[in-house]
Structures are given as C-alpha cells and as structure tokens.
C-alpha cells in the first residue's frame, strides 16, 4: 500500500533491547534511521554524564497547606516549554512543602524534562535552570538531570535536547497509554553526541549569553515598571491587615451589588482614591471580545495563560490545528493589542501581542483589548502595576473559578498617562523586548548549530557561528 511503512524483526532480536520493548512506535522506520544516525557519531548515553541520579519530582498533598505559600515555586508541565521555563507558577511551597520533596530541589544548571503528556508535543520539552527562578521544585511530570561539567558542558546538553534530533529520540523512548510517558531508566539512556570540548564551550558561551541579555531585559524591563509607579503616585500597600468596615447600604449592595467583605476593604479605597482619576477601562479602551470560530484544517499559534512571561513577553506558543484546539481558543488577537488574563491567581498574566503572533488565538481566559489614549507599551505596565493588579483582584468574583466579570472590568478605574511619559515608556519597553528577542535568536543559533554538527560536523558547524554570533 502507498505510504505504508513496516519494520519486521524477530523476537530474539527485540529480547537484546534494553529496555525491552514490542510496541510498534519503537520500531518505526524513523527511529532506526535516528538511532544509525545518532550511532555513527561519538556518543554516549545520558546516563553517563550526570553528577547524580536523574530523578522524578513530585506534588506535595495540596491538602496540607502548611506546605504551601512559600516562595519556592513548584515547576509543572505548563511552564516547561523547549529552552524556557515559563515564570507564571501556580503554587508556591513552603519551606515544609520543599522538605517533602528536597531529594529534587533545584540548582543552577540543571536541565529540566516533560516526561508525561497527552500527547507527543507535551513531552520532550527541555530547559536549562538559571538563578531567576530559583528557588524551585518539580512536579512527579518533570525529570531533573545534573549534568557533571567535567563530563559534558550543561548547557550544551540542554542546547542538544531541544533540538529535532534529541527531542524526537526522548519520544523515540517514550510509551503510550492512556498518554505519553516515559521513566527515568528510558531518560538515563538518551544518546548524547560528544562533540570536542571547544564545540561545547561554544555553544555554553552562547547560551550565557542568552542568558544574560535576558537578564538585561528584565532589569530593562523594570525601569519601566518604576517610572509608573512614579507617575501614579499611589501607595504601594504590601502589608495590610483585614479590618472590620461599616458600609451603609446605598454605599454597599445597592451601589455595588456585592456583599462579599473583602470588596470593602480600605485598602482598595485608597488605591482608588491615589489614582484621581474619572476614567475607566471602558472609556479609555476597546475590548475585542467577539468569538472567532477556526477552521478545523488549518494550524494556528494559541496563546494560552502559561505562556506569558513576567514582563509581558509571550513564550512557548505551540501550533495547534484548528480541530485540536480547545473550545476556549476562540479570541483571534492582532499585533499592538494587550491582552490581560482574567482569573485570580493569574491577573498578573498580561502581555503584549508582537507582530510574530498576529492573528494567533488566545484563550477567552484573556480579555483582549488596545486604546486610542494609552500606546501599548504603556498599556502593559499599567494593567500589571500594583494599584490595577489590586482593583482587579478587588472585583474578582465566583466559586469553583474565580475571575474578574467583563462588566466589573470593564468600570475599573484606570488613568490617563502623560503622552511623554508613554512615550519614555514604550521606549523602554521596546528595547527590554529587543534583547530578549535576541537572545531568543542567539539560542536558536546553538540549536541550529548542534544540529549541523551531526549532519556535517562540528567543523562546519563551528564555521557557520562563526559566521553568525561573531
């Protein structure tokens, strides 16, 4: 039959496997193709490179909540993406959760791996761990692996599974079920190309490059967030006790139609008294809230609340076709709109549509909005600045999800901005996304590289990044 493909092999052949494995996924044509390829290099297996035993993490009982509200952030499956980690982290442990778990508490260096996915694209993903995110745990979904840098460079190890080559023999090794997993023996014996340590140097030095011009994006990125809170004047409340509030009912339920206490608390009061303005987000803003309905044959970048970074930057969007895509993948955005989340716990998630992810979805998790008052840049700073972070959690409401309702949203008090402060702002903004961009390409390059390194050498790879980063 046209396009099919069958491997045959005997049974005392398979019984050599380590693991050993019958499932037809491990005998695909090109898997064997991958694994002579892989072969007639140098290699060795993972296992053989690391400092200590690759290990699984694990979820401490979420009904003991002395285990959370700390300020270790426990790593799970949304926020690993391939060569990110994505800083929207829905538990914190505490220094007891942390205990629970210590035998994978996290370091600087250590690579990071899905293991357990529904499907094939979720598993895979691989992420180098820096000081920014620590301290951190993982979940029983992720592995951590602690390359030995007198074996191999870290750094170049993570570069290698994000490419096609080391992500496609992690699914080579992977079995499924009722979803795609694989276990830390099926890890221990990924095949490593051992490249000179001139080669590995290289593409360490790369990626600390990367590194550090994120790092400069993110201090960049701060310097915008300080200007507003300049400007907006308001008390920065971080410590605030609940008190006991009088409200009459015409200033209360009648007005508001919320009888929930912490709604009335002063310190929202005060947030709405420091920004002096008569303004709300619906007079200065358009909200795009219309459903868009896709088509089930083609592919679509969706956005979802685990792929906004901490500075409004969006990150490890996959492609999804339109048949495959969730039914809350329904808000097409445009380049220059903002988008906010609207559920407590994640308000903070809000980002900035680039010109890369015009007319991609996102989640009706989001509203989606731009002004003709306020440019986007400052748009961005402004919805995830403390006063508005706190009016929105003020007009959360719910049971099971709690969210902020459009009408809610949509009275919010929001500022007018001077047009030279916007101005200062979209400056600074601009040029934080400018270098995080660029390290987005510098690790790209390493990607790229390793992989013209198994097809051609490290000779020619060496020469093409010299061609490219110098």
Not at 408 to 422: A, C
């Amino acid at each position: 039959m046209d396009g099919l493909e069958c491997s045959e092999i005997l049974l005392s052949q398979v019984r050599t496997y380590d693991p050993f494995r019958i499932d037809s996924h491990f005998f695909e044509k090109k898997y064997i193709c991958l694994k002579e390829k892989l072969l007639a290099i140098s290699c060795c297996i993972l296992k053989d490179l690391v400092s200590k035993e690759i290990q699984t993490g694990h979820t401490p009982s979420m009904s003991n909540d002395s285990f959370y509200g700390g300020n270790i952030a426990l790593i799970k499956t949304d926020n690993l993406h391939d060569n990110n980690i994505s800083t929207s982290f829905s538990d914190y442990l505490s220094q007891a959760g942390n205990a629970v778990i210590a035998r994978t508490a996290l370091i600087s260096r250590d690579i990071i791996t899905t293991i357990i996915g529904a499907t094939e694209k979720i598993i895979a993903r691989s992420a180098i761990v820096t000081e920014e995110y620590l301290p951190a745990n993982i979940n029983q979904n992720i592995v951590q692996v602690r390359i030995d840098p007198q074996k191999a460079s870290p750094e170049y190890v993570d570069i290698y599974l994000n490419t096609k080559y080391g992500k496609a023999y992690l699914i080579y090794l992977s079995r499924q079920t009722e979803q795609f997993n694989l276990n830390c023996k099926e890890v221990e014996s990924v095949l490593i190309p051992l490249f000179c340590k001139p080669f590995q140097d290289k593409i360490s030095s790369i990626v600390q490059r990367a590194q550090r011009m994120q790092k400069e994006a993110r201090t960049i990125y701060s310097e915008a967030e300080a200007l507003m809170r300049d400007i907006l004047c308001v008390p920065q409340i971080k410590h605030y006790s609940l008190v006991a509030t009088t409200k009459m009912f015409s200033e209360s339920l009648a007005k508001t139609a919320r009888l929930d206490a912490e709604y009335y608390q002063p310190k929202y009061e005060k947030y709405t008294i420091g920004l002096n303005t008569s303004d709300t987000v619906i007079t200065l803003c358009k909200i795009y809230d219309e459903n868009f309905e896709p088509i089930d044959e083609e592919n679509y970048p969706y956005i979802e609340l685990s792929n906004i970074g901490r500075t409004g930057e969006i990150e490890g969007v996959e492609i999804v076709s339109g048949d495959e895509l969730p039914t809350r993948a329904r808000r097409k955005v445009r380049t220059g709109q903002v988008i906010v989340s609207s559920i407590e716990g994640s308000l903070q998630n809000c980002a900035l549509i680039p010109p890369e992810y015009d007319e991609a979805l996102c989640s009706t998790g989001f509203y989606v909005l731009d002004s003709d008052f306020i440019n986007p840049e400052t748009l961005l700073v402004l919805f995830k600045s403390e006063p508005i972070q706190s009016l929105m959690k003020q007009r959360c409401s719910g049971t099971i999800l709690t969210g902020i309702t459009k009408d809610e949203f949509l009275s919010m008090p929001l500022p007018k901005i001077d047009s030279e402060v916007q101005e200062q702002i979209a400056t600074i903004v601009q040029q934080a996304f400018s270098f995080r961009k660029q390290s987005e390409q510098l690790l790209d390059y390493a990607k790229e590289a390793v992989e013209l390194a198994i097809e051609q050498g490290e000779d020619v790879a060496m020469a093409w990044l010299k061609d490219k980063v110098e």
